[in-house]
């Protein structure tokens, strides 16, 4: 019970003026860890986009520019073969056109596996929004050998839709550091 007392009376002998001291630093202490958790959330972050762009985009960059311009080559280099349709048999002429399409297929599967799967196993979203990208840009360049339309003007237009589809494609590919 004395005990009791003496802190009573050690209580009742401090002020709110007392107090101001212990506020004011508690205060400082209380910013300079919110600060600290504030640094630390962006040091993560900034980590986190530097080792995606180290590892994913920087390496990505070139193979993503060769394999749209080899789509193009291969597209143009199809169509010089499948302009002759009038002189080839329609059996022959569809095992030709399957064979041009396989060509793709060759690229897109490299493609896939050297840019798309791994970005696809750390980045779940980004890369099932890169494997539709290549999906598209894949209909695109069936449709079109299908059409059966090697002109120069729709060569042309070939080319700037592989453009668009390389644009969306390098967009979704940045989504992860923006």
Not at 89 to 111: C, D, S, T, W
Not at 163 to 176: D, T
Request: aromatic share 16%; hydrophobic share 40%; proline share 3%.
């Amino acid at each position: 019970m004395i005990v009791f007392d003496c802190f009573l009376a050690v209580q009742e002998d401090i002020s709110f003026k007392d107090y101001i001291p212990l506020i004011s630093s508690t205060v400082v202490i209380a910013l300079f860890i919110i600060d600290r958790i504030i640094n630390y959330c962006k040091t993560k972050n900034e980590l986190k986009r530097t080792w995606y762009y180290k590892v994913f985009l920087e390496p990505s960059i070139d193979k993503i520019s060769e394999f749209y311009q080899k789509i193009y080559a291969t597209f143009k280099e199809s169509s010089e073969l499948l302009k002759l349709k009038d002189s080839i048999p329609h059996n022959e002429y569809m095992i030709l056109v399957a064979k041009e399409n396989g060509k793709f297929q060759e690229l897109k599967r490299e493609f896939e596996a050297e840019v798309v799967t791994p970005i696809q196993f750390v980045y779940k979203k980004v890369g099932t929004c890169l494997t539709k990208s290549v999906l598209d840009t894949e209909d695109f360049y069936t449709k079109s050998i299908e059409k059966n339309n090697f002109t120069e003007e729709f060569l042309f237009e070939f080319s700037s839709v592989i453009a668009v589809h390389k644009a969306n494609f390098i967009k979704e590919l940045y989504k992860p550091i923006n």
